[in-house]
């Protein structure tokens, strides 16, 4: 099996950001192809990232070896009908990023057991630093994990789960996260305009504060803990600023968000798996 041949169904955000991420890690724009009903959306594709465009999501899975689904969730029982017939005898490898979308409904709206991995990316995967979080349901072999697991590595860090529930978990963590931290971004900058810096350098300081945050998080044995340690002198101001978001609770107030965003994951699974 290759990682060849590579169709999108559904050219939006997510699908826009992997596939830039793919091209970017040497992937031809002409192995993969992507359908969405959208004119605007198959010209971006098309002028930015040299892949083919179409209307049809039929014409799309021509020679489709790995069949991307990348519509809303609740455009999926639709469009899996529409391509099932397609489908059956072909038996390309199916990925799903679809949040709260089950392996189980996917096989149902098209009739067939066919192998799906489902997999939970976030649109960092454009610039290849996504985290992606991969299910296979026990139709998939070990040639078809190891094909899931080399395109989404293209894109960023992948770690399996072991049961597909653990997909909800990580749609709130990294798949809804990184929403989570361009909130904190856009909050700084503005603070940081409040406090009188002009716009450009706030957002730049921002940003590069996020970067090396991370990169410094990633790169270090100790843990976040140790690191705002090291960032806090007792009686000095990142000690003042942190006793702000502890009287607030901001700990908790993260973890009642991430707790509702997988919450609605599973309130989608439950809805969609239960739709004709
Ligand atoms: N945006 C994100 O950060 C992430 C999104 N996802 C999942 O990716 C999927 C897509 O989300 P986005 O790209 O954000 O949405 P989006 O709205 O940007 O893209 C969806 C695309 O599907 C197209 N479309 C609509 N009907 C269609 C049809 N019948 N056939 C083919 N294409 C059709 C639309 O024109 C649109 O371009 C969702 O299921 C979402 O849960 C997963 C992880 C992260
Ligand atoms: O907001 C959403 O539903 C999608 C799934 C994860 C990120 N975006």
């Known amino acids: 099996m290759s990682t060849a041949n590579i169709r999108f169904?559904?050219?939006?955000?997510?699908?826009?950001s992997l596939i830039a991420g793919l091209i970017a890690d040497g992937y031809e724009p002409h192995s993969i192809q992507v359908s969405d009903p959208n004119p605007e959306r198959r010209h971006a594709l098309q002028a930015r990232l040299g892949v083919r465009a179409l209307a049809s999501n039929v014409e799309a899975l021509d020679e489709a070896e790995t069949l991307v689904l990348c519509v809303k969730p609740q455009m999926a029982a639709?469009?899996?009908?529409e391509l099932a017939p397609f489908l059956a005898e072909r038996r390309p490898l199916i990925?799903?990023?679809?949040?709260?979308?089950?392996?189980?409904?996917?096989?149902?709206?098209?009739?067939?057991?066919?192998?799906?991995?489902?997999?939970?990316?976030?649109t960092p995967a454009m610039v290849q630093t996504g985290a992606i979080g991969l299910h296979a349901s026990p139709e998939v072999?070990?040639?078809?994990?190891?094909?899931?697991?080399?395109?989404?590595?293209?894109?960023?860090?992948?770690?399996?789960?072991?049961?597909?529930?653990?997909?909800d978990a990580v749609t709130a963590i990294s798949g809804?996260?990184?929403?989570?931290?361009?909130?904190?971004?856009?909050?700084?900058?503005?603070?940081?305009?409040?406090?009188?810096?002009?716009?450009?350098?706030?957002?730049?300081?921002?940003?590069?504060?996020?970067?090396?945050?991370?990169k410094m998080?990633?790169?270090s044995d100790a843990p976040p803990a140790r690191l705002r340690?090291?960032?806090t002198s007792p009686g000095g101001t990142t000690e003042c600023a942190l006793k702000v978001f502890d009287a607030a609770d901001l700990r908790a107030l993260v973890e009642r968000a991430a707790r509702a965003a997988h919450d609605r994951a599973v309130e989608l699974?439950?809805?969609?798996?239960?739709?004709?």
Do not use: H, K
Not at 9 to 16: D, E, V
Not at 109 to 119: C, D, E, M
Not at 269 to 276: C, D, F, R, Y
């Open 95 to 122: 990925v799903s990023v679809m949040a709260g979308v089950l392996e189980q409904s996917i096989q149902r709206w098209l009739g067939a057991s066919l192998p799906i991995v489902r997999a939970m990316p976030n």
């Open 176 to 214: 809804s996260g990184p929403a989570y931290f361009f909130l904190l971004m856009e909050a700084l900058e503005q603070a940081a305009i409040e406090l009188g810096l002009d716009t450009e350098t706030a957002r730049l300081l921002t940003i590069q504060t996020a970067l090396g945050a991370a």
């Open 9 to 16: 169904i559904g050219g939006g955000n997510m699908a826009t």
């Open 78 to 81: 639709s469009v899996c009908a």
């Open 141 to 167: 072999d070990a040639e078809g994990r190891n094909r899931a697991e080399t395109i989404l590595r293209a894109v960023g860090l992948v770690r399996w789960v072991e049961s597909e529930s653990r997909i």
């Open 229 to 231: 340690e090291q960032v």
């Open 269 to 276: 699974s439950q809805t969609l798996s239960e739709a004709p």
């Open 217 to 219: 998080a990633m790169e």
